[in-house]
Every structure is written in structure tokens, then in C-alpha cells.
């Protein structure tokens, strides 16, 4: 089945620098990748994702990457601000058949600091 | 409009017993996922259900287990509990007739095991 890794596991930047997390994937066949981003105490919500048809997909300070042939993908954020600061997961699954599940990497904490 | 909903909030039990948790996913939702996320680790997929059925399930033992109802709302049952099953259970839901479609999770149920 897909295997998500995820670095790093934690991440501190100064306000106002880039933070860039980065996931690797092991099936070829996926082709959907999510980023969610998890606060202190509440639910993943969805920040971004992308599709495996698409190599780049901004919105406003965030991007997503994704590189099919490494199997990996990127967040980035720019212009980081401290309510930046939460744990971030990536995913990936493949839609249809037994794989349709979201397949999680173990999330990396950033601690953006003012 | 409702989103994911998930009962109990907080679950105490001692070890053996058996827990139920359940999810009321967002109308229309034919997908339930359940995750675990254990202190500091990552989310662990559990079980898939879509229209009634179980898709794909995770690396988990047998006690792990649930259900889907005609309504779309699920159970996960976790028999004789052990102290490592604590953990935060999220349950997530998502259009499967729609293609790579974004999963939106509940507030989660917080088991504790003593």
C-alpha cells in the first residue's frame, strides 16, 4: 500500500521567512495530495492540495508542488505570520479501486516566531 | 449546513472493555473514514466505509472494527482495550462520486484507556 513520508517533523522560522515541508510517496498511482493543517485542539482542516495532472498550484501565500517522477511534493509559505504556527500533514491517495483512502504522513510542527 | 459530527467528545474505559465511537458524516457524504492519532504521532488510517461497505482497512488488529449505516453514519468498535489505544479517534467524510474530493473531518473522540 502507499507509504507518506513527511519532513521535517518540526520546523522554526522567523516571521516573515519561508517555510518549506516536503513529502515523498511511494505509489506511483496516486494522484491526489492534500495538505492540511492541524491547530492546537481542533480538527485537520484542508490548506491546499493538488492533482497529479497539475505541477504547481498557488493561493495567496501558499504553494503546492508536485514532481511525479521523485514522488514528492512540497508546501510552501511565505511571508510566514505566528498564526501560521500548527501541525501540517500531507497525503496522497488514489481515487478509485481499494486505495481511495487518504494516506497521511506523520505531520510537521512549524513554529513561526514573531 | 452540518459538518462532521462525532459522539462521544471524551471516552474513559479500563482496560478489556469495548468502545463504540460514532460519526455522522456531512449530508450527502457517502464516505467515512476513521483515523487514529496518537499523542505527537501522525494520523493512522483505520477503516474506509462507502454505501454500507468496508473498502480498505489499515494496519490494525481485528479488534478494531465498525460499520456503516444506511443513513452513511458509522461505528468503530474497539474491543478489549489495551492502554495503547488511547488516543484521539477522528472520523472524516467525503463525496465519493466526486474525484479527488476534499475530506472533511470531525472534532474527534478522545478515548482514554485506564
Known amino acids: 500500500g502507499e507509504n507518506v513520508e513527511q519532513h521535517p517533523s518540526t520546523l522554526s522560522v522567523q516571521e516573515g521567512d519561508s517555510a518549506v515541508i516536503k513529502c515523498t510517496y511511494s505509489?506511483?498511482?496516486?494522484?491526489?495530495f492534500p495538505w492540511y493543517k492541524q491547530e492546537l485542539g481542533k480538527r485537520p482542516q484542508l490548506i491546499i492540495d493538488?492533482?497529479?495532472?497539475?505541477g504547481e498550484k498557488k493561493d495567496q501565500r501558499i504553494a503546492v508542488t508536485l514532481n511525479k517522477t521523485a514522488k514528492h511534493f512540497s508546501l510552501h509559505i511565505t511571508e510566514t505570520q505566528p498564526e501560521d504556527s500548527a501541525v501540517y500533514f500531507c497525503?496522497?491517495?488514489?481515487?478509485?479501486?481499494?486505495?481511495?483512502?487518504?494516506?497521511f504522513g506523520k505531520g510537521t510542527k512549524l513554529s513561526v516566531k514573531p | 449546513e452540518a459538518g462532521v459530527t462525532q459522539s462521544p467528545t471524551h471516552l474513559i474505559k479500563t482496560r478489556g472493555q469495548q468502545a463504540t465511537l460514532r460519526c455522522s458524516p456531512i449530508?450527502?457524504?457517502?464516505?467515512v473514514y476513521w483515523y487514529q492519532q496518537a499523542l505527537g504521532l501522525g494520523l493512522q488510517f483505520l477503516l474506509w466505509?462507502?454505501?454500507?461497505?468496508?473498502?480498505n482497512r489499515g494496519n490494525f488488529p481485528p479488534r478494531f472494527s465498525g460499520r456503516q449505516f444506511p443513513n452513511y453514519s458509522s461505528e468503530l468498535n474497539v474491543n478489549a482495550l489495551e492502554l495503547e489505544d488511547s488516543a484521539l479517534y477522528l472520523c472524516?467524510?467525503?463525496?465519493?462520486?466526486?474525484?479527488?474530493?476534499?475530506?472533511?473531518f470531525g472534532q474527534g473522540t478522545r478515548l482514554t484507556v485506564v
Open positions: 472524516a467524510s467525503s463525496d465519493a462520486t466526486v474525484l479527488n474530493t476534499e475530506a472533511f
Open positions: 505509489d506511483s498511482a496516486s494522484n491526489y
Open positions: 493538488i492533482r497529479s495532472n497539475v
Open positions: 497525503a496522497a491517495s488514489r481515487y478509485g479501486g481499494s486505495q481511495g483512502n487518504l494516506i
Open positions: 449530508s450527502g457524504h457517502t464516505s
Open positions: 466505509y462507502d454505501e454500507g461497505e468496508e473498502r
